[in-house]
Structure formats: structure tokens, C-alpha cells
């Protein structure tokens, strides 16, 4: 008599059935997987904006008063005799970065070529983790105002920064600048200044992803309408690197996300990252106020909010939104 062994083994259609199995199980899991690093960036992000907005506290604390979103000294002598010195610079002793802050010569500024050095440097605070390129982003330093200091600074770049102090805000070019907290001047405000009271006024907002240009998630060629440099569709603009010209304008762009508009209402929240808060979180944009805190805006958020959160004496308290 023969003895019939059985052998185990997997058919085909049994192969089939499991690979398909696994397939859906990783499709199951890779959006869980996204979500959950996107949930540890958005935390890294806040946390990034407590800190700065701590060490403007503790700046506070020191001199009686905020840094100006950015100082310009000599502004009457031409590029090699004035400087413009953002805002961060001074917080740098306040974020553990005393070495780098004492090689920044301030009275040079930040796009000078002898503050090249400090200003290349990457800070990790400076950069939100789900903006891409990272911390290795260098935005180019030049001046759109004097062809001659563009020309003279050619090369020269700078670390970058996904945030910035709120300088001023308007709807469009038609209306008066509404006071944020940092604005351009010889010396800061003082937590004082602030009468609509510091937890109804946004602080550091996100303006990410310099020196390249979005619009509405999607990287765009430089074709924007009042841009004056186009360089392989990189921003070359000055006040991307973290020690340059902060507290941007903040406007209101048109329906499409790519230009600035005189219609007030059309986009202002992750429209482009030229004119707008912007950053690569879905939904809205982390934000920190003047009290410390920090909170998560809905890019759902309506207009009258959010220029009553920028300004700083509108009079208008809000409660919730």
C-alpha cells in the first residue's frame, strides 16, 4: 500500500486573500500613522511659539518694554550706513542662543555681509516641522529697495524662519494699517500698550515655508502681481531669514489665493505665504497671544475675528470664536 503524505501549503487563491488582507490593513494604518505625526509637529509648532513668546516676556521683563518688530538705524545714509535688525535677534539670549546673538553686530544688520555668520546659522526653534525643506531652507538676502546693495549682497543668505510678530494688518491697500504688536520703530511696545487685553491679541503667528512660494498647499512659480525678484520661483525677498524685517502686512488676498486684492473678505488665512498667515497644518494656523498662550485658528475663521485678534486698540474684546 502507498501511503499518501498531505503537504501544507498555500494555494494561490489562499495568497491572494492574504495579501489583500495585509493591503487593507496598511491602508488602515498609514492615515492613523500621518495623523498621529501630524499631531506631534502641530504640538512641536505650538510649543516653538510658546517658547518665543516667552523669551518676548522675558524681554519684557529686562527692558520694560517688547523689541519693534524690526529697527532701522541710519535709514537716511544709504544701504552701508543703515541697519535693519529683526526682532528675534534680541530674543536670542532669552532662547538660549547667547553665542550666537553676541556675534550678530547690530550695527551692521542682518544683510550686511560681516553679520553673514550668525544670520546662516539654522535655529530649530525658528522652523515649524511640517513646513518642508526644514531648518536647511536659506532664503536670499536681498534689499528691494537699492539695486546696488542687491547686487553687492549677491550670494549672501540667511536661516530661515515659519514665524513671524504681527507688525500690522489691512483688509487692502484702501484702508489705514491696523497696530499689531511689533511694529517698525526705534524701540517696543510695552504689554500696557495692549488695550484689548493681551489674551485677545494674537502675538507670533505662522508665515511658513520661505524662501519657496504656496498658494493654498500648492508650491506656484513667482508670477504674483508686485513681487519685484523671480529667481527659479524662490522668494528672494529680505525679511525671510529669522534675523530680518518681521511683522509683515498681513492682506487679504483675491478669491484664487495669488494676488493682493482691493475686495476685503476674499482669503486671509492659508491663502499664499507672501501676504498671508500660512502654514502646512491642516485647517487653520497655530498661533501664540500676548498672555503666552497659544491656541490653533480655523482657516474657517471669519474676517472681523481675526483683524479684531491683530489689532491691539480696536476696542473690540472678544469672548469666544
Given at each position: ?19 489583500a ?17 501630524e499631531?506631534?509637529?502641530r504640538m512641536k509648532c505650538?510649543?516653538n ?8 516676556h522675558n ?24 541697519a ?12 538660549e ?11 551692521y544688520?542682518?544683510?550686511?555681509p ?21 531648518a ?7 534689499n528691494?529697495n ?30 489705514p ?5 511689533f ?10 500698550d ?7 491679541t ?6 511658513a ?6 498658494v ?6 513667482m ?8 529667481s ?12 530680518g ?8 488676498t483675491?478669491?484664487?489665493?495669488t ?13 499664499n505665504?507672501?501676504?498671508t ?15 503666552g498662550?497659544v491656541?490653533?485658528?480655523r ?10 485678534l ?11 470664536y
Open positions: 500500500m502507498r501511503r499518501h503524505v498531505k503537504r501544507s501549503a498555500f494555494t494561490l487563491i489562499e495568497l491572494l486573500v492574504v495579501i488582507i495585509i493591503a487593507i490593513l496598511i491602508g488602515l494604518l498609514l492615515p492613523a500613522v500621518q495623523k498621529v505625526r499631531a506631534a509637529s505650538q510649543n511659539l510658546k517658547q518665543i513668546t516667552l523669551a518676548a524681554y519684557h521683563d529686562q527692558y520694560e518694554r517688547l523689541p519693534p518688530g524690526h529697527e532701522i538705524k541710519n535709514p537716511g545714509l544709504g544701504y552701508n550706513n543703515r535693519i535688525n529683526g526682532f528675534l535677534t534680541k530674543l536670542l539670549p532669552n532662547l542662543q547667547v553665542n550666537l546673538e553676541r556675534g550678530y553686530d547690530y550695527n544688520g542682518f544683510d550686511h560681516n553679520n553673514q555668520p550668525p544670520v546662516r546659522t539654522a535655529v530649530a526653534m525658528f522652523v515649524c516641522p511640517s513646513a518642508p525643506g526644514g536647511d531652507r536659506k532664503p536670499l538676502l536681498l528691494y537699492d539695486p546696488a546693495a542687491t547686487a553687492m549682497n549677491a550670494g549672501l543668505t540667511g536661516g530661515a524662519t515659519d514665524y513671524t510678530g504681527v507688525r500690522a494688518y489691512r483688509p487692502n491697500y484702501s484702508v494699517n491696523r497696530n499689531g504688536v511694529p517698525q520703530a526705534a524701540t517696543g511696545r510695552k504689554l500696557l495692549i488695550t484689548d487685553g493681551t489674551s485677545n494674537i502675538m507670533m503667528i505662522e508665515k515655508g520661505w524662501p519657496d512660494f504656496y493654498k498647499g500648492k508650491q506656484t512659480p508670477n504674483v502681481s508686485g513681487w519685484p525678484y523671480n527659479g520661483g524662490k522668494q528672494v525677498f529680505w525679511f525671510g531669514p529669522w534675523a524685517y518681521m511683522g509683515e502686512f498681513l492682506l487679504t483675491g478669491a484664487d489665493g494676488i493682493e486684492s482691493e475686495t476685503a473678505g476674499a482669503c486671509w488665512i492659508n491663502c505665504n507672501k501676504t498667515p500660512y502654514s502646512f497644518h491642516s485647517g487653520g494656523i497655530c498661533v501664540s497671544f500676548a498672555d498662550s491656541r490653533f485658528l482657516d474657517s475663521l471669519p474676517e472681523p475675528t481675526f483683524s479684531n491683530i489689532q491691539i486698540d480696536d476696542g473690540n474684546v472678544l469672548g469666544d
